[in-house]
């Protein structure tokens, strides 16, 4: 009788399972590129007013990614250190330059970091931050040179402009996520997963001495941003962020 019981239970188990993934399947929605783009570039802003205005959250997500965690660490041959995530946050493995040490720092950064106001988005800024992506999209370096030498002279005409200061942060993801079939609840953890990596690095700033990425998105003189991220073919971001004191 018991065994009849248990048989007829997995059986359920087994119908809700396969009826779920047939609704699952019937709500998946197919989005191009562009749409991808889009949904990607509102996140990132949101991250990064977020983090500026709540930045024990970021240290929240430090820690679920188990980032703080000693015994997810290892040496390679090379010496390079990865990440062992022991959460669903971001990814499986992530190189990273310090090790621990640049989580930690990250961390102690951010419990003591005092709330921020938000930036106040400007369309002029986004224009530079696309045409940057795609420029590194066409040399395929992650650079803060414009074509031709044009980087001093897109500083001096936003200075001429009366901005006294101007900031830029970037970041290149490999292999993050293509044009698909996406249920709802799927495309917003993928999207919000890939920008909180994103503004994630710019905090950590691993291997960066000055931390100069976090210094950008903190800085008490910019009121402004623009940020655009690219999907390539490959399924490849790149994201770029303009910061200034004044209005494009």
Not at 19 to 45: F, G
Not at 109 to 124: H, R, S, W
Not at 204 to 209: E, L, S, T, Y
Request: overall charge positive; aromatic content about 10%.
């Amino acid at each position: 009788m018991k065994n009849r019981i248990k048989f007829k239970s997995l059986f359920l188990i087994f119908i809700f399972i396969v009826l779920n993934s047939v609704v699952n399947a019937q709500h998946k929605k197919y989005y191009n590129n562009k749409e991808l783009v889009d949904l990607l570039n509102k996140e990132v802003q949101e991250e990064i007013n977020l983090v500026r205005q709540y930045p024990i959250r970021y240290h929240k997500l430090i820690e679920k990614a188990g980032r703080l965690d000693p015994l997810r660490y290892e040496i390679t041959t090379n010496g390079t250190w990865f990440i062992r995530e022991k959460s669903e946050y971001f990814v499986a493995k992530v190189t990273t330059h310090e090790g621990i040490s640049a989580y930690q720092e990250a961390s102690k950064f951010l419990l003591d970091q005092e709330e921020m106001k938000p930036y106040k988005f400007n369309e002029g800024l986004k224009q530079e931050a696309k045409k940057q992506c795609e420029y590194i999209q066409k040399v395929d370096i992650l650079t803060h040179a414009r074509p031709d030498g044009e980087g001093l002279s897109y500083v001096m005409k936003l200075k001429g402009n009366g901005l006294k200061l101007v900031g830029e942060v970037l970041a290149k993801l490999e292999n993050k996520i293509t044009p698909g079939k996406y249920s709802d609840a799927e495309l917003k953890k993928e999207i919000q997963d890939i920008a909180q990596e994103i503004v994630l690095g710019w905090i950590v700033d691993d291997g960066i001495k000055d931390r100069g990425h976090r210094k950008g998105l903190f800085h008490e003189l910019h009121n402004y941003f623009g940020a655009y991220c690219l999907i390539d073919m490959h399924g490849t971001v790149i994201c770029a962020v303009e910061l200034s004191t004044l209005p494009m």
